[in-house]
Every structure is written in C-alpha cells, then in structure tokens.
C-alpha cells in the first residue's frame, strides 16, 4: 500500500480521543491529554504559521484537505460511534520517583485500566492507547532505579499487557532514542525522531501577539544565498545556545571565554554553575592526557587543571544569564515561558553561520537524542557541530542527511570514540579551527558545500520521520 492509501485506512477506522485529565501523584507529572497523533491527520498542522509554506508531503496534505475534517472528540462520543479508538496520553518517565516503572504502572495504567469503558474496549480490540514519550531519550531495556521492582520499562508494559489480558497491539508508544531504532520487542514502540517536527510547529509565532508584538519567526524567504551573503557579514560565528543546564554546556561556555571567542559568538546561557568547571579536576585530568597522547601540545596546556582560571569562571557566573535574542528580553517574557520548554526565537540564527549542539544528557551512552536543537540550525542552512552521544552523526547520515566533516576535521573521530570528554576535546579543537579562519576561507567553505546545507534542510522539509511513525503504527495495529 502506499503512505496515502495507510493514512487514509487509518482515518477510515479510527477516531481519535485522549483523556481529558492531568494524572499526577506527589508532585509527579505522570501523563497528560495529548493531540501528538491526531495533529497528523489534520492538514493545518503542517502549514507553517504566518507563511503560505507547508512541510512534509504535499500530496498528502492535499489529500487530508480534501477528507471530511475529522476532529478529535471525546472518548464518549467516541464510544457512541461505530469506528475504533485511538485514545491518546503524553507519558512521562517520572524519574523524579526512586521507583520510576512503578509509578507509571500503578498511577496511570492501573488507573486507566481500571474504567470499564478504557479495558473492555482495549480487550475486544476497538480501542488502542497510543503513548507519547518523545521529549527525551528513554531507554525500554535499562534501568537506572535499582529500588524498582521492574527490570526496564518494557518489563513493566508486558506486565501491564498480561494481567489486563491486552494483545500487544493494543498499546504503541512513541520513543526518540534512535539507537533503539532497530530494537525489536513485543512491546509495541516506535523509534524514531519524534522531534523533527517541532522546529515547524514550535516557534514563537505560534503564541501570537505577546507583549504587544506580534513577531513572525520564521522567514519563508530566506535562501541559502542569502545565508550565504550573511556569512560573508556576519559579526557573529558561533551560535551556542542551552536552554536546560549541564556540566559539560558549563565548560564549554567557560571556553568560548578562555578562548576569548565571546566577541565573535551569540550565547544563551541561563543556568551556570562555576562549581561545574573547577570542581571536575577528573575531568581535566582525562582531557589533559587525551591531549599529551595525541600530540596536541596548545590543548593540553589549556586542560590543564591547575590553569583554571576562577576569576573568569566567577566573572562568567556573575555575569549570567547570557541572552541571545532581543525578543527573550522583552520584559515579562519568562515569566509566561518556563525557559527549557521555550521556543527558540529564530532571529539567533540569521545572525550567526554554524552552531556548536550539545545534545540532551551527552553523557548517557544509551542514548541517541537527535532533537530541535539539531534541526533548527538545519532550517537556516547551520553546519552543526556536536556534543553528544557516541554515533550520533552515525544515525545523523543514517536518516539521509548529510555530514559537516567539511568543515569539522574531527567529526567521524568524536563520533566513533566512547570517550564524551575526549569527544569535548575535539570539539574544542573545531571551533578553534573555524573561529581561527579568515572570513574568506570560512566564506569559501561554506559556499563549496552549499549542496549539503540545501540537501539537509529540504530533508527536513520533507520530514519522514512523520510517515515512518505513521508507517509502523499502521503495520503492527491494521
């Protein structure tokens, strides 16, 4: 079957519904109601607010245009209706609990299990729970949370599965830990990256007038050309930004200081602990050796622990939040937006030519989170260097991108070593190298590889991870 002929059996056979109640226990988010599925099925979600620019697949766009509007509705009038039932909830992993698996399994399916109207039509088959978990990286087959009685959180499900004597189609969950991409379990879970999307449906002018200004973030009109002329006058290079705090988003800042880069760099930075450079001596100890084994005599002083310097690290805390955009200014801005769930204003990246992309949790290895912070970039042509888990260009490339090797020297090296600080290192020793250009070198680059940054971002245009998610719910529940 074709992708349009499974959407359109899709909306043939189901309705959609989620349930309209927050589920919480001790100040744990456990799930919410969600429209992550549903919003698929609706042509105006792939519109690009305040542009007459879509993503995704126009034919499929015009052929849900063109089918009688399906809304979402409520699981009762869903029952009332002769089709079946996807009833939706946003997951959350809770590790705020010492007992995490436990918690999901007994505060939400236990209590969603437990109405008559939700097991009995999972049992007979018209109903099917589809849970999204895609704003991190979780990993099914681990656990960090010794006191839970579950080995993982697969375990818990097919616990979940057996004692409510549910077929294992009847629940399918949305994962973003590629690395899973291939794991296969009975447990229903789809791998993918769930938050390729977002860059489309999470920018600022999505909240409409704010403040007094309404602020259109995204320029339909912006070519590669005009990145490219951007280049060529841009004060700026290095665009860092950190919406979350981490030690190792701490160093980094520390070092675009050390290195005197601050200058020629846009930086956000809110959350910085000083404590985070200087009292990692560890740290500095592994990348100094790293540097004296590979011969990179300039690094090696630099990580030297004993060179830290504290006065600029205070100097760097005193002197934080670091802003990057004018728009968070804006007085009372973060007062209505909790800073890590903020959309990003887009404005960062017309004024700077490639950013460095510390991914979520870099130094959990059973993890490949490939999440906005990379694809943002990509929308405004950034070549995009990273900090993150081990074979993330790896599945990068693996998705039908492109790789930036071009301009970083080091990238397939941090990519294949298990080492994150050694992986820092050789980042460091990229930005150094491009930061150190002249403007025509760096110009002269990033205009012969201009193909990879056009490819890369028209790939995200068409985002198929949305027919992959789709492709494989419709295969294992059909």
């Given at each position: 079957m074709t992708y349009i002929e499974k959407v359109k059996s899709i909306?043939?056979?189901?309705?959609?519904?989620?349930?309209?109640?927050?589920?919480?226990?001790?100040?744990?988010?456990?799930?919410?109601?969600?429209?992550?599925?549903?919003?698929?099925?609706?042509?105006?979600?792939?519109?690009?607010?305040?542009?007459?620019?879509?993503?995704?697949?126009?034919?499929?766009?015009?052929?849900?245009?063109?089918?009688?509007?399906?809304?979402?509705?409520?699981?009762?009038?869903?029952?009332?209706?002769?089709?079946?039932?996807?009833?939706?909830?946003?997951?959350?992993?809770?590790?705020?609990?010492?007992?995490p698996f436990e918690t999901i399994k007994n505060k939400f399916f236990d209590y969603m299990l437990g109405k008559n109207e939700i097991i009995e039509n999972m049992q007979s088959g018209k109903m099917i729970m589809f849970l999204y978990q895609g704003w991190e990286a979780e990993n099914y087959t681990i656990s960090h949370w010794p006191k839970d009685k579950y080995k993982t959180f697969l375990h818990m499900v097919e616990d979940v599965i057996q004692q409510y004597n549910l077929s294992y189609n009847s629940i399918v969950i949305v994962n973003s830990n590629v690395q899973l991409y291939e794991h296969k379990s009975k447990?229903?879970?789809?791998?993918?990256?769930?938050?390729?999307?977002?860059?489309?449906?999470?920018?600022?002018?999505?909240?409409?007038?704010?403040?007094?200004?309404?602020?259109?973030?995204?320029?339909?009109?912006?070519?590669?050309?005009?990145?490219?002329?951007?280049?060529?006058?841009?004060?700026?290079?290095?665009?860092?930004?950190?919406?979350?705090?981490?030690?190792l988003r701490d160093k980094m800042l520390y070092y675009i200081y050390k290195l005197g880069l601050q200058d020629k760099s846009i930086v956000e930075h809110r959350y910085f602990g000083a404590e985070n450079v200087y009292g990692d001596d560890r740290f500095f100890r592994e990348a100094e050796q790293y540097c004296l084994k590979n011969n990179f005599k300039e690094l090696a002083n630099l990580f030297k622990y004993n060179n830290v310097d504290k006065k600029l690290l205070l100097s760097i805390e005193e002197n934080t939040p670091l802003v990057?955009?004018?728009?968070?200014?804006?007085?009372?801005?973060?007062?209505?937006?909790?800073?890590?769930?903020?959309?990003?204003?887009?404005?960062?990246?017309?004024?700077?030519?490639?950013?460095?992309?510390?991914?979520?949790?870099?130094?959990?290895?059973?993890?490949?989170?490939?999440?906005?912070?990379?694809?943002?970039?990509?929308?405004?042509?950034?070549?995009?260097?990273?900090?993150?888990?081990?074979?993330?260009?790896?599945?990068?490339?693996?998705?039908?991108?492109?790789?930036?090797?071009?301009?970083?020297?080091?990238?397939?090296?941090?990519?294949?070593?298990?080492?994150?600080?050694?992986?820092?290192?050789l980042n460091i020793q990229d930005i150094m190298n491009v930061m150190n250009m002249n403007d025509d070198e760096l110009y002269n680059k990033i205009k012969d590889n201009k193909e990879t940054l056009q490819h890369n971002r028209d790939l995200l245009f068409e985002c198929k991870s949305i027919e992959r998610i789709i492709t494989k719910f419709y295969e294992t529940t059909i």
């Open positions: 909306l043939d056979n189901y309705n959609f519904c989620t349930y309209q109640k927050d589920i919480m226990f001790n100040d744990i988010n456990v799930a919410n109601p969600s429209t992550y599925f549903w919003r698929l099925f609706t042509p105006k979600f792939y519109h690009i607010p305040d542009t007459n620019i879509t993503f995704h697949d126009k034919e499929l766009i015009d052929f849900l245009s063109n089918y009688e509007y399906k809304d979402e509705l409520s699981i009762k009038t869903c029952l009332e209706r002769d089709k079946k039932i996807i009833l939706q909830m946003d997951l959350h992993p809770c590790v705020q609990s010492e007992t447990v229903n879970v789809i791998y993918d990256n769930a938050m390729e999307m977002n860059s489309f449906s999470r920018g600022i002018s999505t909240y409409g007038s704010e403040f007094g200004i309404k602020i259109k973030d995204f320029d339909e009109t912006f070519t590669i050309d005009d990145y490219l002329e951007n280049v060529k006058h841009n004060k700026k290079r290095l665009l860092r930004l950190s919406r979350t705090p981490h030690q990057a955009s004018p728009y968070e200014r804006k007085e009372g801005y973060h007062k209505i937006h909790e800073h890590p769930n903020s959309p990003i204003p887009f404005d960062v990246y017309e004024k700077s030519s490639f950013s460095w992309v510390s991914t979520s949790l870099p130094d959990q290895s059973d993890k490949i989170f490939i999440n906005q912070s990379t694809f943002n970039p990509i929308l405004h042509y950034h070549p995009v260097l990273w900090h993150g888990q081990k074979h993330t260009t790896k599945w990068f490339k693996d998705f039908g991108y492109k790789s930036y090797e071009w301009l970083f020297e080091n990238e397939t090296k941090a990519d294949n070593t298990d080492s994150i600080v050694e992986r820092f290192v």
